[in-house]
């Protein structure tokens, strides 16, 4: 196949290798992170593709290849990725927000009203008004699924705002 070919054939999946990047990451910055990655090894090794073979399935093996590459390298870091839709940006403006929750209830009847959650519910929340990730939940909860450990902290988060309104209003 010469370079030309190459490179039209290439031209006519880049629209699938893009969606299929963002598939896989799940965020639009890294998809066009994994596309470049892609196009830069299809062209660095386009003398290794034999071209009575499909090039799309071969393009989405590299495609998938790096993909588990990076994962597992950020793995070894200690990176996590969290995919959920509850991303807060910290210094998100100039302008912040007075906060007087905590001039209206005391510290000790919010954790009265949590103490009184039931503990599957209790536990979960907790963990996760620490700091720690959908994903460290799970590890400290049994591995219950991960949609159990979310359901659990929504329907906490929500009994609590029932309960505060309640005894706030």
Do not use: C
Not at 12 to 31: E, Q, V, W
Not at 54 to 71: D, E, G, P, Q
């Amino acid at each position: 196949m010469t370079a030309n070919n190459f490179y039209q054939n290439f031209d006519t999946h880049s629209n699938y290798l893009k969606i299929f990047a963002l598939k896989l990451t799940r965020d639009k910055s890294k998809a066009n992170d994994l596309f470049q990655e892609t196009a830069l090894k299809a062209f660095k090794y386009q003398n290794k593709f034999q071209s009575n073979t499909n090039m799309r399935a071969w393009l989405s093996t590299i495609m998938k290849n790096s993909f588990v590459n990076i994962y597992r390298k950020n793995q070894r870091r200690g990176e996590v990725q969290d995919y959920t839709n509850e991303s807060y940006l910290i210094n998100s403006g100039k302008h912040t927000i007075e906060n007087e929750g905590e001039m209206k209830m005391n510290v000790d009847e919010l954790n009265s009203i949590i103490d009184k959650l039931d503990e599957s519910y209790r536990k979960p929340f907790l963990l996760a008004y620490q700091g720690y990730q959908y994903d460290e939940i799970q590890e400290k909860m049994g591995n219950l699924p991960m949609g159990t450990i979310k359901s659990k902290i929504h329907h906490a988060r929500k009994m609590l705002k029932q309960k505060i309104n309640s005894v706030y209003n």
